[in-house]
């Protein structure tokens, strides 16, 4: 069991750009989200891809994308940066859609500051 | 739309006293309710969940039962220690769908 790592741990970047974020998941596990964290907020939902197919999905606009491969890892792809878009960004993963027993690993997440 | 009302923070308190962070949430139907915590520059961590009503979490000395009737779900530990600051999240997964709703988070401050 080697948990959930994100990658990378920091990232600056410009207004208008685009930007890929990593996330390895837990073995086994078929299910990933994604969230945007604010500072001094909660997480807010993105998306959900359970078994290379996304199965659900927050209040974001299109310019947000992600993709699951069958290693387990998967992406989070965001284009034209806007100012609003730094956050943390969270992975999680688990066995099903549902979170299932154990519920969602997350990982430690990726800081992502736009100027 | 489902959510989640967390009281605001921080939350300072000294060491081995009693600690109560405060939830509630809107939803249909029945959800399944969880505490996270995340500590300076990590990810969540599941601290307890109860997936249905009167159902109690616990772990690491803390509890929180699923009150269906007054639609809380509130933090509860006896003696809090200094490694307890952190900030804890209350969160709802909705019937029928797979997303986290989490509140603002409350961040708690514990002192030698």
């Known amino acids: 069991e080697t948990g959930v790592t994100q990658s990378p741990t920091h990232l600056i970047k410009t207004r208008g750009q685009q930007v890929t974020l990593r996330c390895s998941s837990q073995?086994?596990?078929?299910?990933v989200s994604w969230y945007q964290q604010a500072l001094g907020q909660g997480p807010q939902f993105i998306f959900q891809?359970?078994?290379?197919?996304?199965?659900g999905r927050g209040n974001f606009p299109p310019r947000f994308s992600g993709l699951q491969f069958p290693n387990y890892s998967s992406e989070l792809n965001v284009n034209a940066l806007e100012l609003d878009d730094s956050a943390l960004y969270l992975c999680?993963?688990?066995?099903?859609?549902?979170?299932?027993?154990?519920?969602?690993?997350f990982g430690s997440g990726t800081r992502l500051t736009v100027v | 739309g489902d959510s989640v009302t967390q009281m605001e923070g921080p939350v300072t308190l000294s060491e081995e006293a009693f600690l109560t962070i405060n939830c509630t949430y809107t939803a249909t139907g029945y959800p399944s309710l969880f505490w996270y915590v995340q500590y300076p520059g990590e990810g969540l961590q599941l601290l307890l969940k109860a997936t249905k009503a009167d159902d109690k979490g616990s772990n690491k000395g803390f509890e929180a039962t699923y009150r269906k009737e007054t639609t809380s779900f509130h933090l509860e530990k006896g003696s809090v220690q200094v490694s307890d600051s952190a900030v804890y999240f209350c969160a709802l997964r909705g019937t029928g769908f797979q997303k986290l709703v989490f509140g603002t988070g409350t961040r708690l401050l514990v002192s030698p």
């Open positions: 999680a993963s688990s066995l099903d859609p549902t979170g299932g027993d154990y519920g969602y690993t």
């Open positions: 073995s086994g596990h078929n299910t």
């Open positions: 891809y359970y078994r290379e197919e996304e199965n």
